[in-house]
C-alpha cells in the first residue's frame, strides 16, 4: 500500500506546470526552514492528522470545563486538584495495557473503539452539566472513564503514524501531530473562555463530543492496521506489558529517549510556581495578565518551533537532537528563572516551548524507528505515561521547592539540573548520540 501511495504522489508531481528556476530555488528555500509538510501526501496518514485538528481544540474546552465546574460546584481549588489527580491513576494504567492491546489487534479498530467510548464520555459530562446535577464525585468518575479511555487510545494512534508513513517522514510527521497539538492548547481555552458566557459550560461537552464523531469517521476511513504476518498471535496482559519494560531495558537508546523527557519535565516544568510568580515577581504587570501569558508562552513556542519544522526535521541524527534540545530547554528555564521582566520571562518560556517541539519530535521518531512493530504499542504506552506523569511529578517538586527556596532560585536551579543530567547522561552512555537513521 505504501508503494502504491508514494507512486501516485510522484505521479501527481510530475505531471504538474514545469517551473522556471528562480522558482525551484525559492521553493527548496522555504521546504528548508518551513514546516514539512510531506507526510499529508499520505492519504491515510492526512486522514489521521486531520482529525486530530478537530479534536485538539474539541478536547481542550473539555479539559477547561471540567475543572471551571468543579470549582462552581465546591469553591475550592483542592477539589480542583483532586479531580485532576482522580484521571491520572487510570491513565496509567490503561496507557500500559493499551499499549499491549494495540500490538495484539488491529490498531484501527481499536482506535474506533476508543474514540466511540471518549465521544459518550463527552455526552455524559453535557448530560450532567445540562441537567443541573451538580455532583463532583460523578464528574470525577466521568473523568477517570474518560482518562481510561483515553489512555488505551493514545498508544495505537501513534504507534500507527509509523505504518502510515515511511521512516525518513517520521520526524515531520511528529511535527505536524505535535504542532496541531500544542495549537489546540493555545486556541481551546481562549475559545473556551469566550464561549462560556456566551452559550454556557455545558454546551463545551456538546462541542467536543460532535468534534470526536468527527474523529471516529476519519478512523473509519484508515486502512486495516493488524498486527504483521509472523508476528503471532499475543494477548494484552501483564506478562506482555513486563515484555515491554524488558524491551526498553534492553535498547538503551529507547530507554535514554524516556529518560530525556523525564529529565526534562520533572526538573524543568515550572508551570506549578507561575501563580507565585505572577503574584510576586511579576506583580507590577497585573497578577491575572502576567499569569495568562505564563502559562501560554510555551505552547506558542511550541508551536512556532513546529511551524518552522523544515530547519530540523529532515535531520538524521536524532540522538543528538535530542540531547541538544532538552539541554536547550534547560538553558531557556534556567533564562526563565533569572527573569526581572516578566516579557523577557515570556521570551526564555517561548524560546524552552521551542525546545520542547523539538524533542518531541525526535523523541517520537526514536520510539516509532527504533522499536518493532509488535513493540510499538507498548513503547507508546510508555510514552503516554511518561509525558503524562513527567508535568504532575514537577508540579510537586517545584512547589515544594518554591516554597523552600524561593520561586526564582527553585525554577533556575531545576533548569541547571536538566543541563547537567542530560549531558551526564549522554557522556556516560553513548547510544543516543550515536543513534541516526
Known sequence: MYRATRKHVDTSE???EPQTPAADEGKRTRRRWAMDTRPLRRPAYRRLWSSTIVTAVGSQLTAVAVPKQVYDITGSSAWVGAASLAGLLPLIVFALWGGAIADSMDR???????NSGIAVTSVLFWLQAVTGLESVVVLMLLLAVQ??????????R????????PEEELAAANALGSTVMQTGQVVGPLLAGVLIPVIGLPELYLIDALALCVTVWAVYRLPSLPPL?????RRAGVREIAAGFRYISLHKVLLLSFLADIVAMVFGMPRALFPQLASQTYAPYGEGFALGLLFAAIPIGAVLGGLFSGTFSRARRHGWMVIGAVVAWGAAITGFGFSDSLWLAVVFLALAGVADMVSMVFRGAILLSAATDEMRGRMQGVFTVVVAGGPRLAD??????????????????GGILVVVVMLSLAL?????????V
Open 396 to 413: 510537586v517538586l517545584h512547589g515544594s521547592a518554591g516554597s523552600a527556596f524561593g520561586a526564582r532560585t527553585a525554577v533556575a536551579g
Open 108 to 114: 484501527r479498530k481499536l482506535l474506533l473503539i476508543t
Open 428 to 436: 556516560a552512555v553513548p547510544a543516543l548520540r550515536r543513534y541516526r
Open 147 to 156: 482518562q481510561a479511555f483515553w489512555g488505551l487510545n493514545a498508544p495505537a
Open 229 to 233: 504476518a509472523g508476528t503471532g498471535p
Open 14 to 16: 510530475s505531471s504538474s
Open 158 to 165: 501513534n504507534a500507527s503514524i509509523a505504518r502510515l508513513v
